[in-house]
Every structure is written in structure tokens, then in C-alpha cells.
């Protein structure tokens, strides 16, 4: 690394400002999972951060990129990795185990390291991209839905389900439901911060809004009220809670009373009809899923201490399909100190944002933003398998980068 105590006042190099450009591309590309290799999780936006972060390693990367708490990430991904690691040589299969360790360090170590430790313009800049790229998708998808396009094949670029719900450029509409729910309290934090005119936060919100109505999504229409609740909460805006409940009380009765007119036919048939008839069976996968966390419970005893290894639930299970709740998945294949690993990772982020510095900009707000996508995740993550898709990452990783800044980027951390 070399050492460069500069201004952030002078010039960028040729090299510094290709590196930006670089992590500017990987975050614009991070809700386009459908740029992607066929045969692997690795997108278009993965390749852009890969260079970023390799052009950042030619002059210096930040030593502590979540400052105090870099220290509790970093154990909390070890014992993460270590829990898969052990149970995939126990159980005489490691070669699935490491491609699932490979795809973790990927997303939870060099990702905070391409995106973090960065000036606040830069990292307001970043958080700006990935509202314009969600946005984009979210246009993308409402486009081909509003022309009556639709799929019933393939698993790239579908935009819309065969069963006329939106998924946009993610391939999945309840992917595309959690991303637009994550990337909320970043967009709202642009909008109180005024680094967004109104009218534009304005757009945005209505635009991923409206989307989010069109995937269907029981789990993300849930977690989407959840971040509202606990943004307005943390930021202590009563007066502004009293007026959006009010207004979104107002927003479901019109929407009850007007509903042929005004829903989709698939959100009243899996979102609607369920709530209003109290019948389950309706809401999507609901019962399957609920299968699935079951046996995981049932199994959970045999592989508390020593997991059955990285990848290996679908061997395992009846029914030949991964646990759709991280916990349980975390827990069955990397044992308890796996799920103690995402929890200290979880807590990382929130001491991050507790012990921010007092001269950081918009310090409540960027607190309120990070611990509400910490929470919403932790939250989402009871219907997700594993989260190492650096997209749903992301959004998480550039609002600790709002908190997290280094006043002198070129300057060796």
C-alpha cells in the first residue's frame, strides 16, 4: 500500500478515478442479477467490484473499512466460514462446501472492502447509483408488464412470471421484492439528507413502490411495512409516523374499496384474498415452505455441534430444495457456530452505526438507515437460503458506507 496523506482536494489519478468508475458500475449492476454467467453466480456487477477493489489494492485499501466494528465483522464471517468449512469435511464433502465459503468471502469480505472506506461524496454517489439502478429495474419491469409480455421458460432475463408477476432484470419477483424493501431506507435517507430534489425522491418512491405492489410478494410487503415502522421509530418522528400511518390507512381502504380496479389480479389473488379470508393456503408457497422449516427442525439435533457441510441441505432433504430461512440453513450445514457467526455479523453493522463518529454527516439519519436495513434483513432473512447474491448485499453494505467514511480517501487507512 502506499502513502499518500493528500488532500481530498486535489486531483484523482487516471487510476483512482478508473477505480471509482469501476465500483460505480458494480453497484449500478447489482440489482441486474440477470447479467450473469450461465453456470455461476458471478454477474456483471461482481466483475466490475472484482477490478474496483484490484485497482484499489494497486495503491491502498482501508485496513479497518467498518472502523471499530471491522474487527467483530470479520470474526463473525471466520466462524461463518469455519462452521461450513468443518461440516463439509466431516460429512467427506467439502468441494460443495468451499464453492458455498468462496461465494461468502466473496459478498462479506472483498465486497466491503471494493465499496467501503471512501469520502462521503463517494459514498453518497454510491448510494445514489444503486437508487437509479433499482429504479431502472423496477421501470424495466413495469414496462414489460404494462405490454403484456410474460414467460413461462428460462431463468434470465424472465421480467415478467408466467403467473403475471413482476421480476424485472432479478429473474425472481420476490428477489426483486426483497431488493426494492432494502434499497427504501437508503432512498429515503437520500430524500431527508436532500441529496435527492423531492419531485426525484418523489419518482423513485412511487416507481419501486408501485413495483413492489406488482411482484406479489406476501414476505416483502410484510418487510416493507417492518423498515417504515423501524426508520420512523429510530429517527424519532412521531409527528411524520402519525402521518404516514394515517396516510397509508387511507392508501389500503382505497385500495380494499377500489381493488378490481386497482390491483393487479395476482396481488389480490396471493396478497388480497388471503388477508381478507384469513386463508393461507392462498398465499403463495406458504404451506410448502412451512414443510421445509419444519424437517429442518427435525434434523437441526443431529447437526447442532457439526453441520452437515456448505451446500448439502438439498442431499439431506426429503424433498430435494434448500430451507428457505437462512437460520435454519445456516444452523443444519455449519452448526450453531455458523448462526452465532450471522449474528455477530448483524451486530457488527448495528455497533457500527451506534459508534459512529459525532462529525459524521447526518449522523441520525445515516444510524436510522443502517440499523433498519440490518433489521429488515435479519428479518427477510426468514424466507431467504443462503444471501452470499451480492445484490440483496449491496444496498446493505453501501448504507454502512454512508456511516463509515474516511476523510482522507487517498491517505493510507
Known amino acids: 500500500m502506499t502513502k499518500g496523506a493528500l488532500s481530498l482536494n486535489r486531483p484523482k489519478t487516471s ?13 449500478l449492476f447489482s440489482t441486474f442479477i440477470s447479467f450473469r454467467a450461465p453456470f455461476i453466480l458471478f454477474t456483471a456487477s461482481d466483475f466490475f467490484l472484482t477490478v474496483s477493489l484490484m485497482l ?3 495503491r491502498s485499501i482501508p485496513k479497518f473499512p467498518i472502523h471499530s466494528a471491522t474487527s467483530m465483522w470479520m470474526l463473525g464471517v471466520g466462524m461463518v466460514v469455519a462452521g461450513l468449512l468443518i461440516g ?19 459478498s462479506l469480505v472483498l465486497l466491503p472492502l ?11 454517489l454510491l448510494a445514489k447509483v444503486g437508487v437509479v ?5 423496477c421501470l424495466i419491469g413495469m414496462i414489460a408488464y404494462a405490454v403484456g409480455y410474460s414467460t413461462k421458460e428460462g431463468r434470465q432475463f424472465i421480467l415478467v412470471s408466467g403467473n403475471r408477476r413482476v421480476t424485472g432484470l432479478v429473474d425472481n419477483p420476490n428477489g426483486l421484492a426483497g431488493l426494492i424493501v432494502l434499497w427504501f431506507p437508503i432512498l429515503w435517507y437520500l430524500g431527508l439528507a436532500r ?8 419518482g423513485f ?11 406479489s410478494s406476501n414476505s416483502s410487503l410484510a418487510g416493507a411495512f417492518i423498515c417504515a415502522l423501524i426508520y420512523l421509530l429510530l429517527l424519532g418522528k412521531f409527528k411524520v409516523f402519525l402521518i404516514w400511518t394515517t396516510a397509508i390507512t387511507c392508501i389500503v381502504a382505497i385500495g380494499l374499496r377500489w381493488a378490481e380496479l386497482i390491483l393487479p389480479p395476482t396481488f389480490r389473488r396471493r396478497v388480497l384474498t388471503p388477508i381478507l379470508e384469513g386463508d393461507l393456503q392462498e398465499a403463495g408457497t406458504f404451506d410448502d415452505r412451512a414443510d421445509l422449516m419444519v424437517e429442518a427442525w427435525r434434523l437441526l439435533p443431529d447437526y447442532m455441534l457439526i453441520g452437515m457441510g456448505g451446500g448439502r441441505y438439498r442431499e439431506v432433504s426429503a424433498d430435494n430444495i434448500s430451507v428457505h430461512n437462512l437460520y435454519l440453513l445456516l444452523a443444519n450445514e455449519g452448526s450453531l457456530m455458523a448462526l452465532f457467526g450471522l449474528a455477530l455479523i448483524f451486530l457488527a453493522a448495528i455497533v457500527s452505526a451506534l459508534l459512529v463518529k459525532s462529525d459524521t454527516p447526518h449522523k441520525a439519519l445515516g444510524r436510522a438507515t443502517v440499523i433498519t436495513i440490518t433489521l429488515t434483513f435479519a428479518a427477510l432473512a426468514m424466507n431467504f437460503t443462503h444471501v452470499y447474491q451480492r445484490g440483496i ?13 474516511h476523510r482522507m480517501a487517498h491517505s493510507r487507512q
Open 15 to 27: 487510476l483512482e478515478q478508473a477505480e471509482l468508475f469501476c465500483a460505480v458500475l458494480g453497484v
Open 56 to 58: 484499489r489494492c494497486t
Open 88 to 106: 463439509g469435511i466431516a460429512h467427506g464433502n467439502p468441494e460443495n462446501a468451499f464453492v458455498v465459503i468462496v461465494q461468502y468471502f466473496f
Open 114 to 124: 471494493a465499496i467501503l472506506g471512501r469520502p462521503y461524496k463517494e459514498a453518497v
Open 133 to 137: 439502478s433499482i429504479g431502472l429495474n
Open 195 to 202: 441529496a435527492f430534489r423531492p419531485a426525484v425522491f418523489l
Open 205 to 215: 418512491f412511487a416507481l419501486t413502490f408501485i413495483t413492489l405492489i406488482f411482484t
Open 393 to 405: 448485499l449491496v444496498p446493505w453494505i453501501v448504507s454502512i458506507g454512508l456511516l463509515s467514511v
